[in-house]
């Protein structure tokens, strides 16, 4: 079963507008943790922000900010302002503290225009 | 801190071929990981050793076996390459001792086998 749901492959953006990158899970485990990657295309993975479930606010680091909604057990990447430089992929990801599991969405490939 | 290094960058292997991809990480993390990332998709694990002394099996374990030298290093091991093993490997750390065990990776390590 899909764990980590990105629905969109990709998307366009005006350089210096918001962007929302969709992300839904599944998971039984009330102890997850929900992080976004950014790939670009040089290929190294980079650690962007973590939700964990327990968290009552949703988390900020920066320009990134991811949208939280437990009941709809959805994990949105809000990128504010975005930069010729955020043209990448995004992979959102999961993992289950008590069930020691690690799962990562398929991406979406994200291209920021002038 | 030079984080998680991976070797070699580049390999090309001719199938039945041995090898074993290296990767230390200098962050004192008690857990690593082995990823493959496909052409358009996100990571599936491969091996995971949750702190040293210790392996478990991931997704998609057949093929490889791996060796949690200390606790810096983690190898992986293709005993004889085939062409479906054609893919990117990426090597993470984290400390999941507490906190939110992000995981942090290396540079990958892009490997074809003909």
């Known amino acids: 079963a899909q764990k980590i749901t990105q629905t969109q492959p990709g998307m366009f953006v005006q350089e210096k507008e918001a962007v929302t990158l969709d992300c839904t899970y599944d998971?039984?485990?009330?102890?997850?943790?929900l992080f976004w990657y950014k790939q670009p295309s040089s290929g190294e993975m980079i650690f962007l922000i973590y939700q964990g479930s327990y968290d009552q606010q949703n988390a900020t680091e920066g320009r990134y900010s991811l949208n939280f909604q437990k009941a709809r057990k959805s994990a949105n990447l809000v990128i504010s302002a975005s930069q010729l430089g955020d043209s990448a992929m995004y992979f959102c990801?999961?993992?289950?503290?008590?069930?020691?599991?690690?799962?990562f969405g398929s991406g979406t490939k994200l291209n920021v225009k002038p | 801190n030079a984080g998680v290094t991976q070797t070699p960058k580049f390999q090309v292997l001719k199938t039945g071929q041995s090898m074993t991809l290296q990767c230390a990480q200098d962050m004192n993390h008690n857990s690593m990981y082995w990823y493959r990332q496909d052409p358009g998709m996100g990571l599936r694990l491969i091996y995971y050793?949750?702190?040293?002394?210790?392996?478990d099996k991931g997704e998609v374990p057949n093929g490889y076996n791996v060796s949690r030298l200390n606790k810096r290093e983690f190898s992986l091991r293709l005993e004889s390459a085939a062409p479906s093993q054609t893919s990117v490997y990426f090597c993470?750390?984290?400390?999941?001792?507490?906190?939110?065990?992000?995981?942090?990776f290396g540079p990958g390590t892009r490997l074809t086998v003909l």
């Open positions: 998971t039984s485990d009330p102890s997850y943790g």
């Open positions: 050793s949750a702190s040293e002394g210790t392996t």
């Open positions: 993470a750390s984290s400390d999941s001792t507490g906190g939110t065990d992000t995981q942090y």
């Open positions: 990801a999961m993992r289950n503290y008590n069930f020691n599991k690690f799962y």
